[in-house]
């Protein structure tokens, strides 16, 4: 991963990763919904209601997927201090925040009609709500630190540590999350894919995996795209501070150094 620690050689290499994952992610992910929505049988039980499974659940692994790439990525900058660990996890944040939402969103549509209630204190739906309320304050957190930048290098390099540090510990609920309908008893119904198995049909299984492959897809091109422009924005806020710290006739050493991007 030290290889691609320079931004030159990353932003080469996203400039056209970027396209094609969200192409083909929007092709996948599209062909997917279309064959779910449109084309797929009726479940016996919950008949037409079953076709929001399609958004669903890939919203509820992306959520889960993107909390985990931000402690990755915290795990990278506190050990490592790999110089785009930090901005990889801010890129996270917001699209896993978005996916969380869709799934809570999704899950409360489908259970007015099944349960008969917009929402209820299971399990497995209280700990996707505290996984949404994590991402807010890692939001928060990471725009903290990204404005302490204008009040020196120390303080930032700390606010930094912090954000890490709690995208780590916010880690914790992934996998509470993931088993909570195993160790609550819960109205949520227990896992349907495990290792080497299966509980759900072929013909609702195959299109369901080919849209959380497409989601994903396009997952990971919204954050190179969104790495792009932080690294974009670091490098235009340089540029004005060495021309204002020119202007005062004192040049910053954080600073000093040409342009890298």
């Given at each position: 991963m030290h290889?691609?620690?320079?931004?030159?050689?990353f932003l080469?290499?996203?400039?056209?990763?970027t396209p094609l994952l969200l192409v083909s992610g929007l092709v996948v992910s599209g062909a997917a919904l279309a064959y779910g929505?449109?084309?797929?049988?009726?479940?016996?039980?919950?008949?037409?209601?079953?076709?929001?499974?399609?958004?669903?659940?890939?919203?509820?692994?992306?959520?889960?997927?993107?909390w985990t790439t931000i402690a990755v990525a915290s795990l990278a900058e506190l050990v490592w201090r790999h110089p785009l660990a930090a901005i990889a996890a801010r890129a996270a944040a917001v699209p896993g925040a978005v996916f969380t939402a869709i799934c809570l969103l999704t899950g409360s549509i489908w259970g007015r009609p099944t349960w008969g209630t917009w929402w209820v204190w299971d399990g497995r739906l209280t700990s996707m709500l505290v996984l949404l309320l994590l991402y807010f304050a890692y939001i928060a957190l990471a725009g903290a630190a990204q404005r302490d930048m204008g009040a020196g290098a120390g303080l930032s390099a700390g606010s930094s540590r912090v954000t890490a540090i709690f995208g780590l510990v916010g880690a914790v609920n992934v996998p509470i999350i993931n088993r909570s309908v195993v160790w609550w008893n819960s109205l949520h119904q227990p896992p349907s894919i495990t290792m080497g198995k299966s509980a759900i049909d072929p013909a609702f299984l195959w299109p369901l995996l080919i849209a959380t492959l497409g989601f994903s897809l396009l997952f990971g091109g919204v954050i190179l795209a969104r790495m792009r422009t932080l690294l974009a924005d670091i490098q235009a806020e340089a540029r004005l501070r060495r021309k204002a710290q020119r202007?005062?006739?004192?040049v910053d050493p954080l600073f000093a150094a040409p342009d890298s991007l």
């Open positions: 290889g691609f620690a320079n931004p030159a050689r080469r290499i996203a400039r056209w990763l929505l449109l084309l797929a049988p009726a479940d016996r039980l919950m008949g037409d209601t079953v076709r929001i499974l399609y958004i669903h659940v890939p919203a509820a692994w992306l959520g889960m997927g993107g202007a005062d006739g004192r």
